[in-house]
């Protein structure tokens, strides 16, 4: 039995009248990598802004039920101390522009006013910058504009910045998709690897990427959780027709 | 073949109106030199930094005019720029939907209103409220002058820095302040760390937009000025701007090196207008934001 980091007990969210997610109850297991697939509209980009509180930015979203973070109700927590243990990396590479590749590095830290030591933001710099393989690429251009990395770059620059500030948990809005293929074999790459440090769920319509990379799966359809599990197991022996179905592309 | 015709008519048209607008600008340039040249061949390049206004002695100088609107224009920048930056991130950030319409329509009536009508609401509201203040201050009671003029102005470009400001700031990429707020910030770090210096350049633009309606502004100024042909020695003091002096005393400027010396006052100001937008777009361009693309 594997330990959980976050437990969600009958989520449901809302936008306005619509019910996006209808009743989820989900285990995410500790420093292992989760995907959430499922079709278009299926509300697994939902539940991961669920987990760090972004759903609720949305003017008229609500959610009902119970998320809690190592143990603990996140609703009842700081809102920072949230968005600290639970990282995210979006759809779109979104270096900030006006910064160089350092300041995006330690932007966690100087967005809420944190001061740090030289030696220590360099230290913290270069760290996450290995922790996201881009090191080696960068460590002559640290003052340089981020945004003049290429697609796959800024995307790992973006992975840097959400490890900086050491989170729990990382969350994954499809990372690959907007990348060539060969930046996103690098950054699927990358995922299998940081789960040494932190727990990440990643959320994917590509099929095959879960497969690489997840070690659980789980498989989200019209708001509902319709199977949930070890990745080999999930994929060979599906438990629901409906799981099986998309797995083989009958839909979605 | 005939779509072709039309086209190259167009084209030849729209060509046509394009090169017509240029000869507008150049020939009301050209018109200025001529008229001013009297003034331009007597007095020089003296012209410039000469204080006295003089017409019974026939001597001109346009110094006191100069600073007279170089001095309100920036002062009321001064006055109106954090109101136009607060009033801008409120809009595009804070306002609920409802609120966003009616107010962001307000703030573009202020632009509507004839300008005559704020120098009749200064006259009689702003000049007896400046007076107070300056009684209180124990300076001399005027009530009208560069300040009470500043005030005028500061209301009156308040609209177009806040409507450019508020343009650029809901360019802002949504991406950006997400990967922010999932960072943990708030919204006052989002808006000075993201918003604010992503949207810079378009903040700079606003505000010299702003900077040139007050420099060419006549009406309002005029009435609450005070009229006076002397270089201020505070920013109370009555004094003239460029644009009031040629308002006020154009009917009167009977000589001809009078009439030329209020005309040269007028080229003097197309330049510093056309000195100030072109300064601005070189740092505006300088200030833009570089995206890569993905």
Request: aromatic share 8%; glycine share 8%.
């Amino acid at each position: 039995m594997e330990s959980t980091i976050l437990k969600t007990e009958g989520l449901k969210a809302y936008y306005g009248e619509t019910k996006v997610l209808r009743g989820i109850d989900i285990d995410i297991p500790r420093n292992r990598v989760t995907a959430v697939m499922g079709p278009s509209g299926c509300g697994k980009t939902t539940l991961i802004r669920c987990f760090n509180r972004m759903h609720e930015m949305v003017p008229g979203a609500r959610i009902e039920g119970k998320i809690r973070l190592e143990g603990r109700d996140i609703t009842s927590m700081k809102l920072i101390q949230v968005r600290r243990m639970v990282g995210m990396v979006f759809q779109k590479p979104n270096p900030f522009p006006t910064m160089s590749i350092y300041d995006n590095v330690l932007a966690g830290y100087r967005l809420s006013g944190v001061k740090l030591r030289k030696e220590e933001a360099q230290r913290i710099v270069e760290e996450s910058l290995k922790k996201a393989a881009l090191w080696e690429e960068v460590k002559d251009a640290l003052h340089r504009r981020g945004t003049f990395l290429s697609g796959g770059q800024q995307q790992r620059l973006c992975i840097a910045r959400a490890l900086a500030v050491n989170p729990r948990l990382l969350l994954m809005d499809e990372p690959t998709s907007a990348l060539d293929p060969k930046a996103a074999h690098r950054v699927e790459e990358l995922i299998s690897r940081l789960k040494e440090t932190v727990t990440v769920v990643v959320v994917t319509h590509n099929v095959a990427q879960a497969g690489r990379v997840a070690d659980y799966t789980a498989f989200l359809y019209l708001g509902e959780l319709i199977e949930f599990g070890p990745t080999s197991q999930l994929f060979t022996a599906p438990q629901d027709p409906r799981t099986e179905e998309y797995l083989t592309g009958k839909f979605g | 073949m005939e779509a072709a015709k039309g086209d190259q008519l167009f084209e030849i048209l729209s060509r046509l109106f394009a090169l017509l607008v240029l000869t507008i600008a150049l020939g009301g340039f050209v018109t200025l030199t001529v008229l001013s040249w009297p003034s331009i061949k007597t007095f020089g390049l003296s012209f410039m930094w000469t204080q006295t206004w003089d017409p019974v002695a026939g001597k001109f100088g346009a110094l006191p005019f100069v600073v007279g609107t170089l001095v309100t224009s920036f002062l009321a920048l001064l006055i109106s720029t954090p109101f136009s930056l607060g009033t801008a991130l409120f809009l595009a950030e804070y306002a609920p939907k409802s609120l966003k319409g009616i107010m962001g329509f307000t703030v573009e009536l202020l632009a509507a209103i004839p300008s005559v009508i704020y120098g009749l609401w200064g006259i009689f509201f702003l000049v007896p409220l400046v007076r107070k203040m300056e009684i209180a201050l124990s300076l001399p009671p005027y009530g009208v002058g560069a300040f009470t003029a500043s005030l005028i102005l500061a209301i009156m470009i308040l609209p177009y820095a806040t409507s450019v400001t508020e343009a650029v700031v809901s360019l802002v990429p949504e991406e950006l302040k997400e990967g922010a707020y999932a960072l943990g910030a708030t919204r006052w770090e989002v808006t000075r760390y993201i918003i604010i210096p992503y949207a810079r350049s378009g903040i700079f633009a606003g505000t010299i937009l702003a900077l040139g309606r007050a420099l060419g502004e006549t009406m309002a100024v005029t009435m609450v000025i005070g009229n006076r042909n002397e270089i201020l020695n505070s920013i109370f003091a009555p004094t003239n701007t460029m644009a009031s002096v040629i308002a006020n005393e154009f009917t009167e400027a009977t000589s001809r090196i009078y009439l030329a010396s209020l005309v040269e006052i007028g080229l003097i100001l197309f330049l510093i207008t056309l000195v100030v937008n072109i300064l601005a777009r070189w740092i505006t361009e300088r200030l833009k934001v570089q995206r890569g693309g993905v």
